[in-house]
């Protein structure tokens, strides 16, 4: 019984949803023909359209990633001195900030939402300070009011970091038109993928235009340059391939769905597993499930942790260690666990369970015994 259970497939946190291999063959046929392989070609053009269709936004910018989307955000809006922003995510978020020589402020985080706490970020604000750099972690949206509320007093930009949020509207529009500039991702790992790949939702044709040049090295025109800009362009390749995908997200986020709900039937009423919520008056993406390892669960995060990597189950301790110990951020005075402590303690507890539209109602059940404590 145990040698049959150690031979089971591995279970990810998570496995991009891929469209199906034929259909893309006519994209890959297309591009060989044409020869326009990157530089705005002409699917770059098309999901451009399409993608700003799909999201309900007016304005977007392609990215080879969404790092390089947020550095280039950061460029466009001149940022500069301090910025604030949450421990609670994954390194890029902050070290797009050191790329562009500003001096991350960590604010502790929101224990409901898990994102920047909206009635801690004015204490932190000094002369310096020039914008915001919130994320809507796991695609659940920041207090979106309170947040421009405190921008719009003290004169700051707001940049989101949308990489987890594809797709996900609040109060019936898009989560992504909020903030001067939102940034997406569509890494592997991510709802929505190109491979590698990211976005900058823009407010206006201009700055949509400044980005486009910013991305092209600061090219206006063939022979102006306007500005230090960096290559951060999305290939033919990738558009091709987010064209494809995006035939077929909705049935994918649908599938999340569906994983979504069975774990909150399944975990709901097991001791020392607490499930947050999910977000109100949101259309959702399903992009991750947190589970939080309460002290009184029969084993600790790190033993559940374990326990579930012998089962061939490999969920993922989202976001843990805080970005805010890593090394080079450490020695920041906003960085101490005691100027943290809700994000300190639900990263030592946090564990982001497998969801993907591949995975199946078995493996599901899978995840679900080892948490009852059904296997040993
Ligand atoms: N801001 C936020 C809030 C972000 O979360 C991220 C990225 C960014 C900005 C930056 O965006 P990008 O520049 O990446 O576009 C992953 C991703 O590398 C990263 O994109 C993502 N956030 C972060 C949350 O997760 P790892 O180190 O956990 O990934 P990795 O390689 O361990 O993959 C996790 C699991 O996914 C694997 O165990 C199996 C599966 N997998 C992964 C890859 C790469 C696949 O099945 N296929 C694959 O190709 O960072």
Redesign the pocket.
Known sequence: MKASKIIEEPV?????FLAPLEEFQPYLEKIWESKWLTNAGPFHQEFERMLAEYLGVEHLALFA??????VTALQALRIIGEVITTPF??V??AH?LLWNGIKPVFVDIDPETFNLDPNKIEAAITPQTTALLP?H?YGKPCDVERVQETADLYGLKVIY?A??AFGVKYQGKSLLSHGDLS?L??????TFTT????AIICPDAKTKKRIDDLKNFGFHDEVTVVAPGINGKMNEVQAAFGLLQLKHIDKAIARRREIDAQYRKDLSSIPGISLPALPVDTKYNYSYFPILVEKNYLLSREELYEKFHRYNI?P?R??YPLISEFPMYRGLASASAGNLPIAHNLSRKVLCLPIYPNLSNEQVSRVINVIRGSTS
């Not at 990810?12 to 991009?16: D, K």
């Open positions: 990810y946190v998570t496995r991009p990633n969404g790092t390089l989307a947020l995510s994954f890029a978020t797009s994320v972690v970091d990489a987890h940034i991702s569509f890494h592997a790992t991510k491979f590698e790949g990211g490999y993922r989202y976001f």
